[in-house]
């Protein structure tokens, strides 16, 4: 499996959720902060290692970097609170689908842990939010055994 083949996953299962589409949840992508929108998820890459298992299998650990956006507007309590919302929205999905909608070879996905990310679209209407990690463990058998 591939770095591209778990974010598409976490795309998908984030996407099954009402509240974000195609639209306002992207990967590597920053636009749909740039037109506005109430809430805007982008994913990033954040890292990957891996381990021996056995002989045959690898196990591939990644991370992806959830960002989750929502405009502010002056208001700081108003902000808190509708970010505290996209938040749990986010987590609660994600929550839902440990093994990401059963993604062939991964066997968890979990957040482990979240922090602020830099303001954006500061042009316009600014945009502040939160960064989460979740991290992806795939077992893959080994292209070939040395």
């Not at 990644?62 to 938040?87: F, H, K, Q």
């Not at 929205?89 to 842990?113: H, K, M, W």
Request: with cysteine; charged share 25%; glycine share 8%.
């Amino acid at each position: 499996m591939s770095y591209s083949t778990v974010e598409t996953a976490v795309l998908t299962v984030i996407k099954l959720n009402a509240g974000y589409d195609d639209d306002n949840c992207k990967a590597g992508d920053s636009s749909p902060i740039k037109r506005g929108l109430p809430r805007v998820c982008r994913l990033l890459y954040g890292g990957g290692r891996r381990e021996g298992l056995t002989i045959t299998l690898m196990r591939h650990i990644w991370t992806v970097n959830v960002d989750i956006y929502v405009p502010y507007r002056g208001d700081l309590a108003t902000l808190e609170a509708s970010l505290a919302t996209e938040r749990q929205t986010i987590i609660d999905q994600l929550a839902q689908y440990p093994r990401l909608n059963n993604c062939a070879g991964v066997t968890s996905a979990e957040i482990l842990n979240g922090d602020k990310p830099e303001p954006l679209a500061k042009k316009k209407t600014a945009y502040r939010g939160q960064r989460l990690y979740l991290e992806i463990k795939e077992t893959v058998k080994s292209a070939r055994v040395e």
